[in-house]
T-cell receptor, first 115, second 114 residues
Framework: NAGVTQTPKFRILKIGQSMTLQCTQD?????MYWYRQDPGMGLKLIYY???????DKGEVPNGYNVSRSTTEDFPLRLELAAPSQTSVYFC??????????????FGSGTQLSVL | AQSVTQLGSHVSVSEGALVLLRCNYS??????LFWYVQYPNQGLQLLLK??????LVKGINGFEAEFKKSETSFHLTKPSAHMSDAAEYFC????????????FGKGMKLTVNP
């Protein structure tokens, strides 16, 4: 039962570097999400996707890009890393919550530091 | 826009004592509300959810929450705290307008003292 798998678990970047956080799910969920978690701030939605080929901005999309070429994968791209992007990143997936009463499944997170 | 408020950031209880974590919501439509738990170094897990059925919702690990429209509240309770309940707890609301986005509160860290 893999669920939602995120890689890497930890990463240190220098300012201006780029990287891609990988997320894959094996539950055939339509919906996928990227959140960032900062201490005392809860989770903020960065981007989400309602299906392959469809993505949309969340609350804090600046500095990030996403793509959804397949149902399974939803990578998050940081093009020019900045210290403000130091955070813990969570990927999540679900069926539509309203209609099917499915819950949100979370990955175990990626801890990113930008120095 | 819909939102949830969790006042304070830290709650400390003794083992065996009542756990009460408060959540108030703001919504112009009947809300869908959730409680998630995050254990150290893990992702979030669903504890329970309210989707307009019974107002008292029972979740995993002995937790329950009561939806009170008159108070716009969805407080989480557990009669007797266990050491394993130490975690961070997040209240969340499903955004309106047909999208499937969850809006999270800031979280509440629960410490359980022996």
């Amino acid at each position: 039962n893999a669920g939602v798998t995120q890689t890497p678990k930890f990463r240190i970047l220098k300012i201006g570097q780029s990287m891609t956080l990988q997320c894959t799910q094996d539950m055939n969920h339509n919906y996928m999400y990227w959140y960032r978690q900062d201490p005392g701030m809860g989770l903020k939605l960065i981007y989400y996707s309602v299906g392959a080929g469809i993505t949309d901005k969340g609350e804090v999309p600046n500095g990030y890009n996403v793509s959804r070429s397949t149902t399974e994968d939803f990578p998050l791209r940081l093009e020019l890393a900045a210290p403000s992007q130091t955070s813990v990143y969570f990927c999540a997936s679900s069926y539509p919550t309203r209609t099917t009463n499915e819950k949100l499944f979370f990955g175990s997170g990626t801890q990113l530091s930008v120095l | 826009a819909q939102s949830v408020t969790q006042l304070g950031s830290h709650v400390s209880v003794s083992e065996g004592a009542l756990v009460l974590l408060r959540c108030n919501y703001s919504s112009s439509v009947p809300p869908y509300l959730f409680w998630y738990v995050q254990y150290p170094n893990q992702g979030l897990q669903l504890l329970l959810k309210y989707t307009s059925a019974a107002t008292l919702v029972k979740g995993i690990n002995g937790f329950e929450a009561e939806f009170k429209k008159s108070e716009t509240s969805f407080h989480l309770t557990k009669p007797s705290a266990h050491m394993s309940d130490a975690a961070e707890y997040f209240c969340a609301i499903l955004s309106e307008g047909g999208s499937e986005k969850l809006v999270f509160g800031k979280g509440m860290k629960l410490t359980v003292n022996p």
